[in-house]
């Protein structure tokens, strides 16, 4: 994968929940201001995840703020889809609503396959470490396909 940096990366998901907010998150810590970064699910029905918040809290990231959005409720709020340059699908449901919303326009898709940890777990340290694997997916990925973290 290439280190270029795209001007603006969509991540999605299913809820916008949990792996979209914590790709944007992360994304924003290693890489600052750098490129425009939001995220957006196939549905918004859900609150940010208390797993998500407390695991991302961990390496800095705050989000704790996060409002839940779905790729409509982006739009009405003023994104765009076809002033992204990437999304990043972290979900096969949000992959295919990706794909779907962007045929009329040229705008590359990429799916990354990330771990649902919602679910996962009977204690709270099993479901922490859930999250965190998914946590840690992303940010792997993050960086094997944008580089080292550059200075904000």
Request: charge should be negative; charged fraction near 25%.
């Amino acid at each position: 994968m290439s280190a270029d940096l795209p001007g603006s990366v969509l991540f999605c998901c299913d809820h916008n929940s949990i792996r979209s907010p914590m790709a944007e998150g992360l994304m924003k810590k290693l890489y600052g201001h750098a490129a425009y970064v939001q995220s957006a699910g196939v549905k918004s029905e859900r609150e940010i995840d208390g797993f998500a918040v407390a695991v991302c809290h961990e390496l800095g990231v705050e989000l704790d703020r996060h409002r839940v959005r779905s790729f409509e409720e982006m739009q009405q709020w003023g994104d765009d889809l076809s002033g992204f340059d990437l999304v990043i699908a972290l979900s096969p449901a949000s992959q295919r609503h990706a794909l779907e919303l962007t045929r009329y326009f040229h705008l590359d898709v990429e799916y990354w396959p990330i771990i649902d940890p919602a679910g996962i777990g009977e204690t709270r340290e099993a479901k922490l470490a859930a999250y965190r694997q998914a946590r840690d997916q992303i940010h792997d990925r993050l960086i094997a396909r944008f580089g080292p973290p550059r200075a904000a």
